[in-house]
Nanobody
Framework: QVQLVESGGGLVQPGGSLRLSCAASGRTVSSYTMGWFRQCPGKDREFVAAAGWGAESTVYADSVKGRFTISRDNAKNTVYLQMDSLKPEDTAVYYC???????????????????WGQGTQVTVSS
């Protein structure tokens, strides 16, 4: 089993930045695909970004491309989501997810991931 704990959410003004962290425990996730998703009340969970085990294997939703950066520190068993130029429409609960190898499906699909964190709230408002 893998446990994921997100942190770093909060209230930020439009144009500001936040860095979310996802600490994994229970197993080493260096070979896992790690993803970030977000969800607003009444809406489906939405893909944000994913990182494979390789440093170059990152994927982003079009809505965050150029503003968000996913990275991982395998020594710390932790994944990060750096969010810059935040917009009010980025407001959501952000979830970290882990997909053990072999991958269960496309990295932008929630059903590909076996493990989920509890989520952290990000609110972008002036």
């Amino acid at each position: 089993q893998v446990q994921l704990v997100e942190s770093g959410g909060g209230l930020v003004q439009p144009g500001g930045s936040l860095r979310l962290s996802c600490a994994a425990s229970g197993r080493t996730v260096s070979s896992y695909t790690m993803g970030w998703f977000r969800q607003c009340p009444g809406k489906d969970r939405e893909f944000v970004a994913a990182a494979g085990w390789g440093a170059e294997s990152t994927v982003y939703a079009d809505s965050v491309k150029g503003r968000f950066t996913i990275s991982r520190d395998n020594a710390k068993n932790t994944v990060y989501l750096q969010m810059d130029s935040l917009k009010p429409e980025d407001t959501a609960v952000y979830y970290c997810a882990a997909d053990p190898p072999p991958s269960s499906g496309p990295v932008n699909q929630a059903q590909a991931y076996d493990y989920w964190g509890q989520g952290t709230q990000v609110t972008v408002s002036s």
